[in-house]
Nanobody, 121 residues
Framework: QVQLVESGGGLVQPGGSLRLSCAASGSILKAYGMGWYRQAPGKQRELVADITSGGSTNYAASVTGRFTISRDNAKNTVYLQMNSLKPEDTAVYYC???????????????WGQGTQVTVSS
């Protein structure tokens, strides 16, 4: 019904930057809230940032001031600009979206497959 595909992960040095993208496709009538989660080895998945269709944002305390979430509603795409990266930011980053599904006319929650971000010297 709906697919979310992340891109932009990779290896970066401490203090560097990366920009993640997540594009939703499929039977989409409207995308509501979209966000980014991450999961480091041995830890539970945690919210990094999310954004409403109107542009209201929310950030985890650990990334406030360093990360910026944004979206392009016409493309059903959400972005995460990550600056001043630290080794503790190393994790698999997952995209999440609240979607009004065209084929069912119901809202559902969807996840991407994840993209690896590694911060290391």
């Amino acid at each position: 019904q709906v697919q979310l595909v992340e891109s932009g992960g990779g290896l970066v040095q401490p203090g560097g930057s990366l920009r993640l993208s997540c594009a939703a496709s499929g039977s989409i009538l409207k995308a509501y809230g979209m966000g980014w989660y991450r999961q480091a080895p041995g830890k539970q998945r945690e919210l990094v940032a999310d954004i409403t269709s109107g542009g209201s944002t929310n950030y985890a305390a650990s990334v406030t001031g360093r990360f910026t979430i944004s979206r392009d509603n016409a493309k059903n795409t959400v972005y995460l600009q990550m600056n001043s990266l630290k080794p503790e930011d190393t994790a698999v980053y997952y995209c999440n979206a609240d979607i009004w599904v065209l084929s069912t006319l119901r809202r559902g929650n969807y996840w991407g497959q994840g993209t690896q971000v590694t911060v290391s010297s």
